[in-house]
């Protein structure tokens, strides 16, 4: 079978055993044409909350399939690869965060969505890099200790400055990769480019590029610039993306080195597998982590309207 064929089984599968497929965004191109819906993180926990599919096919990591299985327990939610986990969201867990709570008793604990469901638990506020700013103004609270990302934490802080933030120090191993000394390289090879860059990098990153959001922002932001030219500071698989979907445009790289292989583990032959209903793994989750988790993630919809 080639790719092709491939697709097609897909296709004819996923409407015979009523199945949704998700793919995040890091995906591959492949897999994005065989998905029902493409998004960020915050795009897919919303597609799960509503879609009437009976069966879920998550392409992506292990806490997006979580999220989905928290939103509709009902449903049989399947992680199209076991092996793609998010190494943030095991940088911290429950009991660690319980610690970290009573070093700061008079803190609003805020997570962002790239953490384990039973994470989840333990926290006041879900944000995503999308709807972070716009949550964090909402909430009636003054300080905020923000978990895991103290990247994508400094960039929020920097936008809500009327807040205090407290950190822990974690953070994205893909983003991370990017330097300063890349974004100098960038200008001086690209300089009619505009560089757009995730707010998971480095501050001394992301001070320097021409844009900082999401990657739904920085597909939509690239899609409405009249520039011609662009460097794509985040996992690398949005540069095809935007190349095919922009062919008139440019879009370069901001290093080689920001490829997430976790996202990059599931391929379209686990995707059939786990469409046919022999691959894959089922997600199993305990009521109390759900009505616990979900109850975190109804508030970050509720405030991130
Ligand atoms: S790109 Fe970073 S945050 Fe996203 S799944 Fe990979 S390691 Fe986790």
Redesign the pocket.
């Known amino acids: 079978m080639n790719i092709q064929e491939l697709q097609e089984k897909i296709v004819q599968l996923k409407k015979e055993k009523d199945v949704c497929i998700l793919a995040h965004a ?1 995906q591959s191109q492949d897999i994005w044409e065989v998905a029902d819906y493409v998004g960020d993180s915050y795009g897919l926990a919303l597609q799960a909350a509503k879609d009437a599919h009976q069966n879920i096919v998550m392409c992506g ?1 292990r806490f997006m399939a979580e999220t989905c299985k928290v939103l509709s327990p009902e449903k049989n939610v399947v992680l199209a690869n076991s092996l793609a986990a ?3 969201a095991a940088q911290m867990n429950r009991e660690d965060l319980i610690k970290l709570k009573q070093q700061y008793p008079d803190y609003k604990v805020v997570a962002y969505i ?1 953490t384990t469901a039973d994470f989840k638990r333990e926290v006041d506020m879900i944000v995503t890099s999308s709807s972070a700013v716009k949550i964090i103004k909402k909430m009636d609270a003054d300080k905020i200790l923000f978990v895991p990302d103290c990247h994508l934490g400094t960039w929020v802080a920097k936008q809500v400055p009327e807040k205090t933030f407290k950190f822990f120090n974690g953070g ?4 991370c990769r990017m330097t300063a000394e890349d974004v100098k390289r960038a200008r001086t090879e690209h300089p009619d480019a505009e560089i757009l860059v995730h707010p ?1 990098c480095l501050s001394e990153v992301s001070e320097q590029a021409d844009y900082v959001g999401s990657t739904t922002g920085i597909m939509k932001y690239a899609a409405d610039s009249s520039s011609r030219e662009f460097v794509i500071g985040t ?1 690398n698989s949005i540069v095809q993306h935007l190349q095919f979907a922009h062919p008139e445009k440019r879009f370069y790289p901001l290093s080689k080195m920001c490829v ?1 292989m ?2 990059k583990a599931t391929t379209l032959m686990d995707v059939y597998h786990s469409v046919n209903g022999d691959g894959g793994e089922q997600i199993e989750l305990p009521e109390q982590t759900i009505e616990e988790s979900r109850a975190a993630i109804d508030r970050m919809v509720a405030f991130g309207q």
Request: net charge negative.
């Open positions: 890091y990591v998010c190494p943030m790239n994205c191993p893909t983003h998971e996992e997430c976790n996202m």
